[in-house]
């Protein structure tokens, strides 16, 4: 964490060394509002995330892309990359420094993206560039994985050519860029008029860049997922230490033109803020318990939704991008409701012989069914043989 701490923090007094390129702004466009990874900086009159260099590797260590956005990147830090975290599987920090150089680096499918950074940037948009360029590969070929870098090589350096400008990261939106790079790697047939390379210009930094306008269906249809995983710490006496749930509204939408959503949620939600003085004592959570309500931590949304809309009346707001994207992800830790109680009795048989006795209670309603549950029972390391009886389903070792 110290260390981490120093890579990321941006002294007050250094100043940013080059400034972006100018050859991306256009009129009546600020570069703050072009580029989404731009922060503000007390010593410096905008701090971006410079990058040198993009790498990706796939798990045998082969460099499927090395591309390089300023001199100080050179050939021989792939091999670096190589040798110290593929080849090293005690390696598990997501962030490498050595000497002046930082490797940062999300592992997705069966392949490593590198990010190579020579100055003090901000760690964070460094990994948000990242899973963008994840997103964004997901987008052009349905799956980012070896096979598809390997088969679409060209289009990838095509992209990271089109999203990175001198290190400085650019437009990410699927949308946007497939209006000009298709999935043929050559420029489309809308680029080449005039008129329409305006209406490029205008999509890429208008107020919905993550939308075309000119989207048509036959057929209009939104689906909706809400995805949720409960954590839960438990004592040997059953009591719960710790229980929280990790949610996520994922949404597909298929509508034709601009359309505006809304999304309502349960008029008993509460958004947690320390009660705006720090007053969230124990008394207030047993009054919300009492009431019912659902109370959600960190909420975050998706840049098109309204958020002025969310705070007066909480109602979700927002224009969607074309096809599926995450809405929002929360945390909530009050009034947690556990869809199972597990009942463990662990008695142990003389110094040779273990039994476990596992009870599985279901808190959910009649109306409701679990499907593929599993159940995982840590046993010795030393176990020669296991005798197991079960009265629903099945069990293996």
Request: glycine share 6%.
């Amino acid at each position: 964490l110290p260390k981490l701490y120093d890579i990321v923090t941006l002294p007050s007094h250094q100043a940013v060394d080059h400034e972006p390129p100018s050859t991306r702004k256009l009129a009546n466009q600020s570069s703050t509002e072009q580029c989404p990874f731009r922060e503000k900086s007390a010593g410096a009159s905008i701090s971006t995330n410079m990058l040198s260099g993009v790498l990706i590797f796939n798990q045998k260590g082969e460099n499927l892309i090395y591309r390089a956005f300023r001199n100080d990147c050179r050939p021989r830090l792939a091999d670096v990359f190589r040798i110290q975290v593929i080849s090293n599987a005690q390696v598990r920090s997501p962030i490498l420094t050595l000497g002046s150089t930082t490797f940062s680096h999300v592992k997705h499918e069966n392949i490593y993206l590198v990010a190579v950074t020579r100055s003090n940037a901000n760690a964070a948009l460094v990994f948000e560039f990242l899973y963008r360029l994840v997103l964004l590969g997901r987008g052009y070929f349905g799956k980012f994985d070896e096979e598809a870098v390997k088969n679409n090589f060209v289009l990838v350096y095509e992209l990271l050519d089109e999203i990175l400008d001198f290190g400085y990261p650019q437009n990410t939106e699927t949308d946007t860029l497939k209006m000009y790079i298709t999935t043929e790697g050559v420029k489309s047939s809308i680029a080449n008029s005039p008129s329409d390379s305006s209406k490029i210009t205008m999509q890429a930094t208008g107020a919905l860049s993550w939308r075309r306008s000119d989207i048509k269906y036959r057929k209009n249809e939104a689906f909706v997922d809400v995805i949720e995983d409960v954590n839960l710490l438990m004592s040997a006496t059953g009591t719960v230490l710790r229980a929280d749930v990790n949610g996520q509204i994922v949404m597909r939408a298929y509508l034709s033109g601009m359309p505006e959503c809304k999304f309502g949620l349960n008029d008993r939600l509460l958004l947690d803020n320390n009660d705006a003085a720090g007053r969230s004592d124990g008394r207030t959570r047993a009054t919300r318990a009492a009431a019912g309500s659902v109370t959600l931590e960190d909420c975050q949304f998706h840049q098109c939704v309204k958020l002025g809309r969310f705070d007066a009346d909480r109602i979700i707001s927002f224009v969607p991008p074309d096809g599926e994207f995450e809405l929002m992800h929360y945390r909530a830790t009050e009034n947690v409701n556990l869809p199972f109680k597990i009942h463990p009795i662990v008695r142990e048989i003389g110094t040779t012989k273990v039994e476990y006795s596992i009870a599985i209670k279901a808190n959910y309603g009649s109306k409701l069914f679990a499907t593929n549950v599993i159940v995982r029972i840590p046993t010795p390391l030393n176990t020669a043989k296991i005798t197991e009886r079960t009265s629903q389903g099945r069990a293996k070792y």
